[in-house]
């Protein structure tokens, strides 16, 4: 499903595209297009380490089914190993279609700060939020009184859906209960662009410890109940069983 030429992956399956640069996880899920309809200024899932700036050395990469797999070393004077694996996921009855992310760090020290954070940016309209875990509500949230560059925090449930401009669709972004601290929303000095941006691996990292943070984000069609979708989406992806990866 995924391919790999060179250190760029893609994957076209069940109406969506996109495709990943290997060696710039900070970039995100890009190019994306979905049932035909490109999304434009769409940047999904960025991987960054935020204390230390973009840079990550690629040391292996490869694709295995539905899953991409990246492994990464942190900049030279870091000895944070990093893992990352991008799973296609779909689920054609709710027409509903992306990727779980599955993010996992060690380090060589013998006590180290692990913290990355993972977020995404496309052109929306409105942000709704999950009001309990059940997610059997959503409320908007309140973005209309933040300034550019001043962000805007929530905490409680981690699961959002994001109304995008008409024609495109919604986008449901979540965090695993177990992994959800607090998230951050902001919009681009013109205003279109929304960045959302979630703070994984909070606690310290000793040595000879892994670390694993799972979070998952969907498309859904236009026109369909995106809240219905979304709640559904979000009990079928907590009810899975957790990954094993290497």
């Known amino acids: ?52 700036g973009s840079r990550y050395d690629l040391l292996d990469a490869y694709a295995r089914g539905r899953d991409l797999v990246a492994c990464y070393r942190t900049a030279s004077n870091e000895s944070l190993a990093i893992q990352v694996y991008w799973r296609f996921i779909a689920h054609p009855d709710l027409d509903a279609a992306g990727f779980e992310l599955i993010v996992s760090v060690q ?31 959503f409320a908007q949230v309140s973005l209309m009184d933040r300034a ?14 994001y109304r995008l401009d008409a024609g495109y669709g919604s986008y449901l972004e979540m965090v ?25 691996f909070e606690e310290r990292l000793e040595k000879g410890v892994l ?6 984000g969907l498309l859904l069609r236009h026109g369909q109940d995106a809240e219905s979708a979304a709640r559904e989406c979000y009990r079928r992806w907590l009810a899975s069983a957790a990954p094993l990866t290497a």
């Open 1 to 52: 499903m995924w391919h790999i030429n060179q250190n760029q992956a893609s994957v076209n399956a069940s109406g969506l595209s996109a495709s990943v640069n290997l060696q710039q996880p900070h970039d995100g899920v890009v190019d994306v297009i979905w049932h035909g309809t490109p999304w434009p200024h769409s940047r999904l899932f960025q991987v960054r380490r935020p204390r230390s």
């Open 107 to 137: 380090t060589e020290l013998l006590d180290d700060d692990p913290c990355l954070t993972v977020g995404s940016e496309f052109l929306c309209r409105e942000v709704l939020q999950a009001g309990e875990p059940g997610a059997s509500a």
């Open 148 to 161: 550019a560059g001043a962000p805007c925090r929530r905490t409680g449930t981690g699961l959002f859906l």
């Open 176 to 200: 695993h209960p177990a992994d959800f601290f607090k998230a951050y929303f902001e919009r681009s000095c013109e205003g279109d662009v929304l960045r959302s941006r979630f703070e994984l």
């Open 211 to 216: 670390r694993r943070a799972r979070a998952s």
